[in-house]
């Protein structure tokens, strides 16, 4: 699948099949979230898998963001205590965000392999954090839900470029080519 049409085909996937994912292929998702790009190359994530129906269920309870029966649940965590140690006290917010870009990578890829997945915020961290074994300095941070999909999700609406891009400045709609093209 090329990288543009599968930007623009992922979904996020809330129903799946009962087929469970092979281990292999819960392999390849971790391995293109550990190539997401990390400030300064601290790779601050670790991620915590379970396929275990019991354990899903569990998380299940809390997080009332996760839908359906996923096959796969990967909480995906900043370990704040590497975050800290190579960036100080600032680096926690980086890590956030290299986490988040860890998690758009595995969503990618399971979308590449034929899964689909769901990106979940609404979730109890502590909870979650405690369900799943954590040390204090590994917080969840996102959970990602994934199994083959039940059918297909339908495409959901963007707003348009014109309402969310400004060129050079805010509230400039044109492009500098398109401002000296009428005067």
């Known amino acids: 699948m090329e990288l543009f049409e599968a930007i623009l085909s992922r979904r996020s996937v809330r129903r799946y099949a009962p087929d469970p994912i092979p281990p292999e292929v819960a ?14 190359n601290i790779q601050p994530w670790q991620f915590v898998v379970t396929s275990d129906p019991g ?11 996760m839908f359906g029966r996923p096959r796969l649940v990967v909480a995906c965590c900043v370990d704040r205590r590497r975050a800290e140690e190579r960036s100080g006290p600032g680096g926690l917010h980086i890590a956030t965000l290299d986490v988040a870009m860890a998690t758009q990578n595995l969503l990618l890829a399971a979308h590449g392999l ?19 074994g954590c040390p204090g300095w590994v917080v969840p941070t996102l959970l990602v839900a994934a199994g083959y999909p039940e059918a297909e999700t339908p495409r959901p609406s963007r707003r348009p470029l014109e ?20 005067s």
């Open 163 to 182: 309402e969310v891009t400004h060129h050079g400045a805010w509230g400039r709609r044109e492009t500098p080519g398109e401002r000296g093209a009428g």
């Open 114 to 132: 034929g899964l689909g997945a769901c990106a979940i915020l609404s979730f109890h961290p502590a909870a979650v954090q405690e369900l799943l």
């Open 27 to 40: 392999g390849r998702l971790l391995e293109a979230a550990t190539w997401a790009p990390s400030g300064g």
């Open 55 to 65: 354990q899903i269920e569990e998380l299940k309870s809390v997080s009332p963001g």
